[in-house]
């Protein structure tokens, strides 16, 4: 039985309707593709941070930063691994002015970059900075902007003095970092907190976050209520969220963007559905006689229907996934103009090709219930 | 008969026929009614987001940020610039000789929206006592000014309309303890601008709780639009001073840039890639209009109609069909859209939110119709050739 060249010829009787039919088809998935994508890239940031991170902030922004004594408290909590303060240094190289700022993120270095698993440091620039208080590690765009040399001994004016009244700090260069994953170079240094803490005049003894990692990721909701109520009803009153969900709230910050791209899918969907579904039902009822004439030669009425439903998949499936893959080489432009991640996932596609097959079997259902329950006599006699 | 009264016969003849071929009539109605009720929303998103921000600013007044800060977050004055500032010429004085100058500072409220009670920040802004005489568009609607010294705020209507905890005699935990919400604040009906989505307290109150020892930003009222070189070099040529000056229209264009081109591209990408889809829908409808009137055409034609009223009163329908189209989906708009407010980023600081409000506008409906009727007669024009040109003898034999 030559059933695929009876589905293939059915497609090619109206060349020019099913060829614009096919190309309304692909034009919607291009776009359900890109829209979902967002989704999917949203999705992707948040499912890639982790959880067993957490960061402890002050719940005002801008507020005065925590005690550093509070460490204390969070490391004896039951489930915490390992805590390290932060604190901001700022600086200038050479000439005052804003062109020369240097700023350096004053931390617990293995314990900061364990936090940040998508910046790659050296293992050895990390010991050596354990090891030398005055070490400081550097991205490779700092290091490139001034010209610095691994081992070589700097000077930065810092905004803030030291004990000793000079607002003249000496760091080593020990070795660099990468932030493969940023979008442009990064600009910043890493230093030892103790070092920088031991000997600034302004904030001695706070910090400005606390990292915080725990045992059991999905304890993180009630760790960061632990966590938030040390510093309850003092004047530094924290919020502690785990990376994954700051990522989400950042998501939610934007505006409602799930809804929006959901909502514009639902119009392409329904009008789609509509452009189809005509032209399915007129394929169908120019060719009520062929089939008739199929169904008096012998073919099972379920035969001619699996007729109709396979011409339909036919005209649906392949520009839907040709639609899926001009989304997909699309998606990188997105990025390119800033406007975030677009990911047109394998996941996408399943879901795309699914919303395609949906259309295509209700699309077809009731013209060819009818084309069936039409009696074959009928048919042939209006013929 | 002469061409104008052939084609409009044929017109007649091809609307009333169109119940018969609902179906594929309505294909062009909805296609084109999906595209304007999508690219309409959208469009207005990104108008109301840009007359929203737009909506502050006057060519009289100026900004002063430090020097290279692009934004008011990202830049500092100290009290002795704000000082220098404010003297400089062609600051604008009030009755009592006073400089019409506000040295403010932006810090982030956490609030939680109302809609999702998702935790977002809004613009605490601190103000000097200027603030509103230099904003005389924005107005006192509920409550009273606050108390400088005291740890009071007064709220926008759009922030208060979108944000939990906002109405008056509300506790708003900020840093040194609860601050209370002492008065409402709006814009003019209509107009509202970037500021009504702030909280705003008196700069010095919040620079003592916060233990900041320098501003973000100074505005000016200047002694008119055409000061503003005047003023901007006076700043420029003192040595005290390190700063970059920009008309208040020009800073807020620049600092909503990139959320503007955002929305901007959003709303063409899908619009085209929308109008191309309607397109060929519109182009398939017509042909299949063409061949179930393939017979009557030819015997028209046949009859003496001219082959260029044949193609004029198929354009018609095509034009009349997609401008239906475009009534539907502005309709649609209409209902879902037309005066909602949103909250989205976009506020003074890069994570604050800003309200705004959809508006499907005269303007808008324009640019909907123009797009239907420009994919209506496009939709059309190849269909309606091949009807004009398609032989009598051969349509009329093959049936």
Known sequence: MKFLPL???????????????????????????????VNAGFAHAIAEARREFLITNTRVRGGAPMPISAMGKIQSLPGVKEVAPRAYFIG??????????????????DVFFRQLPNVRVDPAGLEAL????????????????????????????????????????????????DTPQAAGPAYFGVINYAYFDEYRVENRGTAEIFYVRIADPNQAVAMSAAIDHIFANSPHESR???????????????????????????????????LTGNTLRQALQDRAHEFAVLGAVGYSG???????????????????????????????????????SILVSPGVAAAGLMCAACLALVGIAIPAAKLVRTPIATTLGKG | ????????????????????????????????????????????????????????????????????????????????????????????????????VSAEVVL???????????????????????????????????????????????????????????????????????????????????????????????????????????FNSMTVELDSAAALPRFEQALA??????????GEPEYLASSSRSVNRMLHLVAYVIGTIMALGALFAALNSMYSAVAARAVETATLRAMGFAASAVAIALLAEALLLALAGAAVGVAISYAAVDGATISTLGGALFDSQLVYSLRVSPGLVVIAIALAATLGLSGGLLPAIRAARGSIAATLHEK
Not at chain 1, 95 to 102: F, H, L, M, N, T
Not at chain 1, 254 to 262: Q, R, S
Request: glycine fraction near 10%; include cysteine; aromatic fraction near 6%.
């Open chain 1, 7 to 37: 589905v293939w010829a059915g497609l090619w009787r109206r060349p020019v309707r099913s060829i614009l039919t096919a190309l309304c088809i692909t034009i919607a998935f291009v776009l359900l593709g890109l829209l979902e994508g």
């Open chain 1, 92 to 109: 200038t190289y050479r000439d005052p002015g804003i062109r020369s700022s240097v700023v350096a993120i004053a931390t617990q270095p």
């Open chain 1, 130 to 177: 354990h090891k030398d208080r005055e070490g400081m590690l550097v991205t490779r765009g700092l290091l490139d902007q001034w010209g610095w040399k691994v081992g070589q001994t700097i000077t930065i004016h810092g905004a803030t003095p030291k004990t000793d009244g000079s607002p003249d700090w000496t760091f080593h260069i020990v070795g660099i970092f």
């Open chain 1, 240 to 274: 502690t969220r785990s990376r994954q969900a700051r990522a989400e709230q950042q998501a939610r910050q934007m505006g409602d963007v799930e809804f929006f791209t959901h909502a514009i899918i639902g119009a392409v969907l329904f009008t789609l559905a509509f």
């Open chain 1, 302 to 340: 379920g035969r001619i229907l699996s007729l109709a439903y396979a011409e339909a998949l036919l005209l649906y499936l392949p520009p839907a996934l040709f639609g899926l893959l001009i989304a997909r080489l699309l998606a990188p432009l997105a990025a390119e103009q800033e406007i975030g």
């Open chain 2, 1 to 100: 008969m002469n061409l104008a009264s052939q084609t409009a016969a044929l017109i007649t003849t091809g609307l009333r026929h169109i119940p018969q071929r609902l179906g594929s009539s309505l294909v062009i109605v909805v296609g084109i009614a999906g595209v304007v009720a999508v690219l309409i929303p959208v469009l207005a998103m990104y108008v109301g987001f840009g007359n929203t921000i737009r909506g502050d600013g006057r060519p009289d007044r100026a900004i002063v940020l430090s020097h290279e800060a692009t934004t008011e977050y990202d830049s500092g004055l100290s009290r002795d610039s704000v000082a220098v500032i404010m003297d400089a010429a062609g600051v604008r004085h009030d009755a009592h000789g006073d400089p019409l």
């Open chain 2, 108 to 214: 982030a409220a956490p609030v939680a929206r109302k809609r999702d009670h998702t935790d977002v920040n809004v613009t605490l802004r601190g103000v000097s006592g200027q603030y509103f005489a230099m904003r005389p568009e924005l107005k006192l609607v509920a409550g009273r000014m606050f108390t400088p010294g005291n740890q009071q705020l007064m709220v926008g209507a759009a922030a208060r309309s979108q944000f939990e905890g906002l109405e008056i005699g509300d506790q708003v935990r900020l840093q040194d303890g609860d601050w209370k919400v002492v008065g409402v604040f709006a814009g003019a009906p209509g107009a509202r601008g970037s500021r009504e989505s702030e909280l705003i307290a008196d700069a010095r109150t919040v620079m003592s709780a916060y233990k900041l020892d320098s």
């Open chain 2, 237 to 246: 040529g003192d040595a005290r001073l390190f700063v970059s000056t920009r």
